[in-house]
């Protein structure tokens, strides 16, 4: 068995470097490898199922049913606005036919746009203290940026759109502890040093000395 993806550890396998041969000889003994590779987990753009199911499906060999299932995977992730990679990844895309990604694009017009907000208020209400709002966020602001892309011309979508997107500036802005002011530095009198007691000075010599040529 291949190392790394024994017991569904993917990381380490790199397809790009297996032959088409190597790959169905893989394939032939490993049954479960294409259903596990037809249902990536959510973080699309760090799973490694994602670059093992478009390998598989430029060289022909991932079927057509499990295709179908990557597909409509990844598309429920889009519509239900937890990772919308599958209309900003190039990688993805390849998998989809023209007409399945049409499908997509209706649906999260008319499915997540409408719901944004509560997609936006669910991600604030997931937050942790200890994680940074800014970085809690990113994912969620990307897929705006994302969802800008494809219907920033449209105008009702468009306001949908940039409306979450300040909301969620907004929620950030609040949720971000301010740093604590610096106190200013107090200085001290700027003076000479102190003089010892009992010290004599040079001048104690001068003036004895004008005093005795003054008598």
């Keep these: ?44 753009s760090v799973a490694p199922e994602v670059g093992l199911a478009a390998r598989l499906h430029g060289l022909d060999l991932l079927p057509e049913d499990n295709r179908r299932k990557f597909v409509h995977t990844v598309s429920e992730y889009a ?19 023209a007409s399945e990604f049409e499908e997509l694009k209706q649906r999260v017009r008319s499915e997540l746009l409408p719901r944004l907000g509560d997609v936006r208020r669910n991600v604030e209400s997931n937050h942790s203290s200890g994680d ?9 602001l990307e897929s705006f940026d994302t969802l800008k892309e494809y219907f920033g011309e449209e105008e009702d979508a468009a306001r949908i759109v940039e409306r979450e997107t300040q909301y969620a500036n907004q929620w950030i802005g609040e949720n971000t502890p301010e740093e604590p002011k610096r106190k200013p530095r107090k200085l001290g009198k700027v003076g000479g040093p102190e003089k010892p007691q009992g010290a004599r000075s040079i001048f104690d010599d001068i003036d004895a000395h004008d005093d005795a040529e003054g008598e």
């Design 1 to 44: 068995m291949l190392p790394g993806v024994a017991n569904g550890r993917f990381r380490a396998f790199s397809p790009r470097r297996c032959s088409k041969e190597f790959l169905e000889l893989y394939i032939g003994r490993n049954p479960g490898f294409l259903d596990r590779i037809s249902t990536p987990g959510l973080m699309l």
């Design 79 to 97: 519509v239900d606005g937890d990772d919308l990679a599958a209309m900003s990844s190039k990688t993805i895309r390849s998998i989809f036919r």
């Design 132 to 140: 940074p709002p800014e970085e809690h966020m990113a994912s969620l």
